[in-house]
């Protein structure tokens, strides 16, 4: 399923050179985005870049300044939002408090003068989606929050709509319920094949629920990609740090050998070696972004190692099945390395003050412009 690497494929949603102001302020700027027929597809970026911005005007309550919004290839604009094959999950649910589940999720089915036996068969078929068969006649109060958020799942999905945008939709959920909830949300997705819009700014969430993830910063998209390809190959420091735990290395490279650059990078340091399809002029600034995990740990100066940098283990973080080393070296650089614990017993571990080895090899990290 990989429908953005088809030439052919056609989107559900285009944004074509959107742009939204609120008076003189740019939320949205320029901006161009296709998502797919039954792409789970997260918006992921910090308090005030425009998620919510890009949900409100897919969903009609804003329109673009600037651009075209389509959907299945029409212009959305002069269709008003009740019109819209789109729903919108609110993180709040939103529920009313004094229907029964069954009632809230007959709502818009009743609203719309869908006949009674119709609406009973809809309702209880999304009741067995979200499991929630035995609370049909209980009240919103009388439920847990993470069933809330089923019912509320459950109401958005009733009316079969093309495109379902969640705004925080696991934003009330304690941290192990929301993982839990977010597996049933991709089973849920994957059943109904209904498209998911998600908006978030936990990039875990993002990372494990959606196949493609738009990482953005002040109306604008940074990187637009898989979860997996934005994290071993982001195009910016931005996304590089935004994505997970990196150490940023930044240094002046110069080409030494095919795809492959030594990185000045501080005064008593021997020269790094990264390879990168970047290109780099002479002398110019980079920025060579590596995880933790790529970095080994050792005692003693690995031989053969493309990079290899002494320093003084100066914290350890504990994660359980990981450890992250701080390792400060002797211009005051402090580099992270992340070991697996599962065979912990047999291999060495460090503690605060050791002097160690880090390493890596030319290939581990991914050298930016900027
Ligand atoms: P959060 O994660 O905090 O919800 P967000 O990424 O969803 O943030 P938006 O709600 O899309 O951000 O807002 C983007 C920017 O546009 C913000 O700076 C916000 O203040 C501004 N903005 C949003 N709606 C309006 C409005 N109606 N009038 C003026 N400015 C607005």
Redesign the pocket.
């Known amino acids: 399923f990989a429908p953005w690497d088809d030439p052919d494929a056609k989107p559900l949603i285009r944004f074509k050179n959107v742009t939204k102001r609120?008076?003189e302020?740019t939320?949205?700027d320029n901006l161009t985005l296709d998502i797919y027929e039954r792409e789970f597809f997260a918006l992921l970026?910090?308090?005030?870049?425009?998620?919510?911005?890009?949900?409100?005007m897919l969903a009609g309550f804003?329109s673009p300044t600037e651009g075209v919004i389509e959907l299945a290839g029409q212009d959305i604009a002069p269709v008003p939002p009740n019109k819209r094959a789109v729903n919108m999950m609110f993180q709040s649910y939103a529920l009313f408090p004094h229907l029964s589940v069954w009632d809230n999720i007959a709502f818009g089915l009743r609203r719309d003068s869908m006949p009674k036996r119709d609406v009973e068969d809809r309702v209880e078929e999304m009741l067995r989606l979200v499991r929630l068969e035995k609370f049909a006649k209980r009240k919103p109060h009388q439920i847990s929050g993470g069933q809330r958020q089923r019912v509320a799942l459950a109401r958005s999905l009733a009316k079969a709509p093309k495109l379902l945008l969640l705004d925080?939709p696991l934003g009330a959920l304690d941290k192990k319920l929301r993982q839990d909830t977010q597996f049933e949300l991709m089973d849920i997705q994957e059943k109904t094949g209904t498209t998911f819009v998600i908006?978030t700014?936990d990039q875990e969430e993002a990372m494990t629920v959606a196949s493609r993830v738009a990482v953005?910063d002040q109306?604008q998209l940074m990187q637009v990609s898989t979860p997996d390809r934005i994290y071993e190959t982001p195009n910016s420091v931005y996304v590089a740090d935004f994505i997970g735990d990196v150490n940023i290395i930044q240094g002046r490279a110069t080409q030494d050998g095919e795809e492959t650059y030594r990185i000045d990078w501080a005064e008593g340091q021997k020269p790094l070696t990264a390879k990168s399809s970047n290109v780099f002029s002479a002398g110019q600034t980079c920025h060579l972004a590596i995880r933790p995990e790529k970095v080994a740990i050792t005692a003693e100066r690995p031989e053969d190692a493309a990079n290899a940098v002494q320093g003084r283990v100066h914290d350890i973080a504990y994660l359980g099945n990981l450890s992250t080393y701080h390792v400060e070296l002797s211009n005051g650089t402090i580099i992270k390395a992340q070991t697996s614990n599962t065979r912990r017993i047999s291999r060495r571990t460090f503690t605060w003050e050791d002097t160690v080895w880090l390493s890596w090899t030319a290939t581990a990290g991914v050298l930016l412009a900027n």
Do not use: D, L, N, Q
Not at 45 to 56: A, E, I, L, N, Y
């Open positions: 609120f008076g302020f939320a949205i970026g910090p308090s005030g870049c425009g998620k919510t911005t890009m949900m409100r804003e925080e908006v700014h953005m109306g």
